[in-house]
C-alpha cells in the first residue's frame, strides 16, 4: 500500500517593513520587502506546484507579502485574520488544524511566533542539520520554512512532528 501523500506547511515571514506607521498592524513594505515577496513567490512557484490553503495575517505588510507572491490563488483558500497578527505558536497550531482539505497550506506571519512555531514543528531527531540549526537561530524577514508531515489529516500534525525539508532565509 503506497504512503499518503505527507503534507506540507509552508511559513512566511512577512517581508521587510516600514519602520513607521500609523499603527504597527498598518505598516506597509518597503521596496526591499516588495522584492523579498517577489523573489520567495518565484522560488514558491518552484518547489510547490500548488498551495490548497493560505493562512495570513490581516496586518499590511503580511496582505502585502502576499501580493507580491504573485501566486495563482483562483483554487486556493485564503483566509485573511487578525487572530494571526503576532499569533503565538498554539495560535498557529489551531488555525493549522481548522484546515479541512488539501495537502499544501502557506501561513504568512510574524516573529516572534512563526519562529518559535517553525522550530516547535520539528522532530527533535531530525534538528542536526544545517538548515535547521540556521533556522533555530533566525528567521528574518521573507525567510520562507518548508516542513512536511507523515499524515493524512491536518489535526494530526503536532508540535515535534515535522520535518524540515527546505529553509530560505
Not at 29 to 47: D, E, F, V, Y
Not at 69 to 98: G, I, M, P, W
Request: glycine share 4%.
Amino acid at each position: 500500500m503506497p504512503s499518503p501523500t505527507p503534507l506540507t506547511l509552508f511559513l512566511l515571514r512577512h517581508g521587510q517593513a516600514n519602520k513607521q506607521g500609523t499603527t504597527d498592524f498598518e505598516r506597509s513594505l518597503t521596496p526591499h520587502g516588495q522584492q523579498q515577496a517577489i523573489s520567495q513567490g518565484k522560488l514558491l512557484k518552484n518547489i510547490a506546484s500548488k498551495i490548497d490553503v493560505i493562512l495570513c495575517s490581516a496586518a499590511s505588510r503580511t496582505q502585502e507579502t502576499l501580493q507580491f507572491l504573485n501566486l495563482n490563488t483562483v483554487s486556493s483558500r485564503v483566509t485573511v485574520s487578525k487572530d494571526l497578527y503576532l499569533a503565538d505558536t498554539q495560535t498557529l497550531l489551531k488555525y493549522t488544524h481548522h484546515v479541512e482539505q488539501g495537502d499544501t497550506v502557506l501561513i504568512i506571519g510574524h516573529n516572534p511566533g512563526l519562529h518559535q512555531f517553525a522550530y516547535d514543528l520539528l522532530a527533535p531527531t531530525t534538528k542536526n542539520n544545517d538548515a535547521q540549526h540556521l533556522l533555530s537561530i533566525s528567521f528574518p524577514t521573507c525567510a520562507l520554512a518548508k516542513i512536511e508531515f507523515s499524515c493524512q489529516y491536518w489535526f494530526e500534525i503536532d508540535f515535534y512532528k515535522g520535518r524540515l525539508s527546505e529553509y530560505h532565509s
